[in-house]
């Protein structure tokens, strides 16, 4: 055994740098040295029990480790056959199990406990025998992986407790079955590990799990200076999502309308993708996709996208529709048309008092990072100030918008003082010249003064700290 859990961690170490080789961004792994007999023997006088010869060994050799990952934003998870080359959707029941997906493994001495009951069920194992589960690890959800001792003294199966449901899930028949088919998983953790287990745990040959064993390949082993044609190019970038430049710059010698036109037809084969694809098509196609952006702002546009009983629609969320809607005309048309769409449609939906909500504007405006829309929303803001505070913040203020704002309504200047509260914290503050934050500190400093509420005060006296911090005034 003592061989095994060497290989583990070589293993282990190969995963994190594998992964991080293939551009996975917030690759986490970390572990320490073993405990020592000492401890393993006062871990076990507290339990009053003799530890599994696994979990002994283990910790032993380790005393924690910690693998964490996330998949790049906007990836998409697809069948791909490395035979073809051939790039095909995966089915809604596979897309199902792997919603939401994170890599998380590990264990760690420390947590190592006996798991008791949270009091939903009384007639559960844990609130029966007090004694029967063991933990040595805890999810990103705060639900404990542990040992039922009940199924075996010497190698007992692993489990992991479901809070929500008060509901106990088979994950592997032992712990070294347990630890085999997480690596070979690269971590995968799955939410809902009902769909993809039997009798014996995790079920490595059920369709979700070999598609994502398929994928994870052709993510390490694909590489973007390998992408020597449009549609290599655009297989990467769903796997690999467009927060790197570097994929961005490479869809530079293709034409705008040919990017569309490709990522297009992918939106044709599974519409249920139309969000994450939008994203693609904003940041890689631009001005190639503005007639067919026109054409969402079309007459029935919403119902045709939306509703379950149009062929292949896919059931788009209404509001998922409309606010990705604003993100394609904020990328891919010019700035006063796109705006007017937005704007218009935003005062048609307005309260009755031609009022807007704060978040739902910020929600389509926020992407067109223009001083315009600061002018449009002066006359429109109103309580509460979050979400147009952070439309202010991301709009690119001019100095006399900052300078107008402040001298307002004490509505306005609640807003500009948080949003100038999120420009400092999200790297956003613009270029202004020293006078300019002069001006601004004079003005800061004068609400100050007649504002009533505390934690009015209290905001308006952090911005003035942190500008001062940044030798700003």
Same mark, same amino acid.
């Given at each position: 055994m003592t061989a095994y859990f060497e290989q583990t961690l070589d293993r282990l170490g190969d995963i994190a740098e $594998?992964? $991080?080789?293939?551009?996975?961004?917030?690759?986490?792994?970390?572990?320490t040295e073993g405990i020592s007999t000492v401890e393993i023997t006062a871990l076990e006088e507290r339990l009053q029990m003799t530890l599994p010869a696994s979990l002994s060994e283990l910790i032993q050799r380790c005393g924690s480790l910690y693998l964490l990952w996330s998949l790049p934003q906007h990836c998409i998870v697809t069948n791909a056959s490395r035979r073809t080359g051939e790039h095909s959707f995966a089915s809604d029941y596979e897309l199902n199990i792997?919603?939401?997906?994170?890599?998380?493994?590990?264990w760690n001495h420390e947590y190592i406990s006996y798991f008791t009951s949270y009091g939903e069920n009384a007639d559960s194992p844990a609130a029966m025998d007090e004694h029967r589960y063991l933990i040595f690890n805890y999810n990103g959800a705060g639900d404990p992986v542990l040992l039922d001792l009940a199924t075996s003294t010497t190698e007992p199966a692993v489990f992991c407790y479901d809070h929500e449901q008060d509901r106990f899930t088979l994950l592997a028949d032992n712990l070294l079955a347990y630890i085999d088919t997480i690596l070979t998983l690269h971590g995968l953790w799955v939410w809902d590990w009902t769909t993809v287990i039997d009798e014996h745990g995790i079920q490595l040959k059920s369709p979700p799990l070999q598609m994502w064993v398929r994928w994870l390949d052709t993510f390490c082993n694909v590489k973007l200076e390998d992408a020597h044609s449009l549609e290599a190019l655009i297989r990467y970038t769903t796997m690999h999502g467009v927060d790197n430049p570097a994929i961005l710059q490479a869809f530079q010698p293709y034409d705008p309308k040919d990017t569309f036109l490709a990522w297009e037809q992918r939106i044709q084969h599974n519409p249920a993708q139309f969000a994450t694809l939008a994203v693609f098509i904003g940041e890689t196609a631009g001005d190639g996709a503005a007639d067919w952006v026109r054409s969402l702002w079309q007459p029935g546009a919403v119902q045709a996208w939306t509703s379950s009983s149009v062929p292949n629609s896919g059931s788009i969320a209404v509001g998922t529709f409309v606010s990705t809607r604003a993100y394609l005309t904020a990328r891919c048309l010019p700035e006063h048309e796109?705006?007017?769409?937005?704007? #218009? #449609?935003?005062? $048609?939906?307005?309260?009755? #008092?031609?009022k807007l909500e704060g978040y739902a504007a910020n929600g389509q405006l926020q992407h067109f990072h223009s001083p315009q829309v600061i002018d449009w929303m002066r006359d429109k803001v109103n309580h509460p100030v979050d979400g147009w505070a952070t439309l202010f913040a991301h709009s690119r203020p001019t100095?006399?918008?900052?300078l107008e704002w402040l001298s307002d309504s004490e509505l306005h200047q609640k807003i500009t003082t948080e949003a100038l509260d999120i420009m400092i914290h999200r790297n956003l503050l613009p270029t202004l010249e020293t006078d300019a934050w002069a001006n601004i500190s004079a003005l800061l400093h004068a609400s100050l003064q007649l504002v009533?509420?505390?934690k009015d005060k209290r905001r308006i006296e952090a911005v003035l700290e942190q500008l001062s911090d940044l030798e700003l005034c």
């Amino acid at each position: 055994m003592t061989a095994y859990f060497e290989q583990t961690l070589d293993r282990l170490g190969d995963i994190a740098e $594998r992964l $991080r080789q293939s551009g996975m961004p917030d690759v986490e792994y970390k572990w320490t040295e073993g405990i020592s007999t000492v401890e393993i023997t006062a871990l076990e006088e507290r339990l009053q029990m003799t530890l599994p010869a696994s979990l002994s060994e283990l910790i032993q050799r380790c005393g924690s480790l910690y693998l964490l990952w996330s998949l790049p934003q906007h990836c998409i998870v697809t069948n791909a056959s490395r035979r073809t080359g051939e790039h095909s959707f995966a089915s809604d029941y596979e897309l199902n199990i792997l919603d939401d997906i994170t890599g998380e493994f590990g264990w760690n001495h420390e947590y190592i406990s006996y798991f008791t009951s949270y009091g939903e069920n009384a007639d559960s194992p844990a609130a029966m025998d007090e004694h029967r589960y063991l933990i040595f690890n805890y999810n990103g959800a705060g639900d404990p992986v542990l040992l039922d001792l009940a199924t075996s003294t010497t190698e007992p199966a692993v489990f992991c407790y479901d809070h929500e449901q008060d509901r106990f899930t088979l994950l592997a028949d032992n712990l070294l079955a347990y630890i085999d088919t997480i690596l070979t998983l690269h971590g995968l953790w799955v939410w809902d590990w009902t769909t993809v287990i039997d009798e014996h745990g995790i079920q490595l040959k059920s369709p979700p799990l070999q598609m994502w064993v398929r994928w994870l390949d052709t993510f390490c082993n694909v590489k973007l200076e390998d992408a020597h044609s449009l549609e290599a190019l655009i297989r990467y970038t769903t796997m690999h999502g467009v927060d790197n430049p570097a994929i961005l710059q490479a869809f530079q010698p293709y034409d705008p309308k040919d990017t569309f036109l490709a990522w297009e037809q992918r939106i044709q084969h599974n519409p249920a993708q139309f969000a994450t694809l939008a994203v693609f098509i904003g940041e890689t196609a631009g001005d190639g996709a503005a007639d067919w952006v026109r054409s969402l702002w079309q007459p029935g546009a919403v119902q045709a996208w939306t509703s379950s009983s149009v062929p292949n629609s896919g059931s788009i969320a209404v509001g998922t529709f409309v606010s990705t809607r604003a993100y394609l005309t904020a990328r891919c048309l010019p700035e006063h048309e796109g705006l007017a769409y937005v704007c #218009n #449609n935003l005062l $048609r939906h307005s309260a009755g #008092n031609g009022k807007l909500e704060g978040y739902a504007a910020n929600g389509q405006l926020q992407h067109f990072h223009s001083p315009q829309v600061i002018d449009w929303m002066r006359d429109k803001v109103n309580h509460p100030v979050d979400g147009w505070a952070t439309l202010f913040a991301h709009s690119r203020p001019t100095t006399k918008q900052l300078l107008e704002w402040l001298s307002d309504s004490e509505l306005h200047q609640k807003i500009t003082t948080e949003a100038l509260d999120i420009m400092i914290h999200r790297n956003l503050l613009p270029t202004l010249e020293t006078d300019a934050w002069a001006n601004i500190s004079a003005l800061l400093h004068a609400s100050l003064q007649l504002v009533m509420l505390k934690k009015d005060k209290r905001r308006i006296e952090a911005v003035l700290e942190q500008l001062s911090d940044l030798e700003l005034c």
